[in-house]
């Protein structure tokens, strides 16, 4: 088992930004590709963000390319989502998730999620 929990989330104007965390406990974290995803009201989870277990691999969803970094400390266990120059099109809640190994862009592939956290982009 993973256990997720995410933190960071706020309320921003536009064009600023917010630094997300995900802490993990559980199993080796080293092993396991960590993603971001965000859904907001009356829209369907979407891919945000996702880093290999080494870091050396990330993908970005076209929609955040240029503005979001991921990044991640396995001596810490914990995945970041630095968000700059913040749209209030990116008001979500924004969720933490973990699948084995290999990178995924689908929700449906990620077996551990964390309970979300609230961003929210004033205009």
């Known amino acids: 088992q993973v256990q997720l929990v995410e933190s960071g989330g706020g309320l921003v104007q536009a064009g600023g930004s917010l630094r997300l965390s995900c802490a993990t406990s559980g199993r080796t974290f080293s092993d396991y590709v960590m993603g971001w995803f965000r859904q907001a009201p009356g829209k369907e989870r979407e891919f945000v963000a996702a880093?290999?277990?080494?870091?050396?691999?990330?993908n970005y969803a076209d929609s955040v390319k240029g503005r979001f970094t991921i990044s991640r400390d396995n001596a810490k266990k914990t995945v970041y989502l630095q968000m700059n120059s913040l749209k209030p099109e990116d008001t979500a809640v924004y969720y933490c998730a973990a699948r084995y190994r290999t990178i995924s862009l689908y929700s449906p592939d990620y077996n551990y999620w964390g309970q979300g956290t609230q961003v929210t982009v004033s205009s």
């Open positions: 880093i290999t277990w080494s870091g050396s691999s990330t």
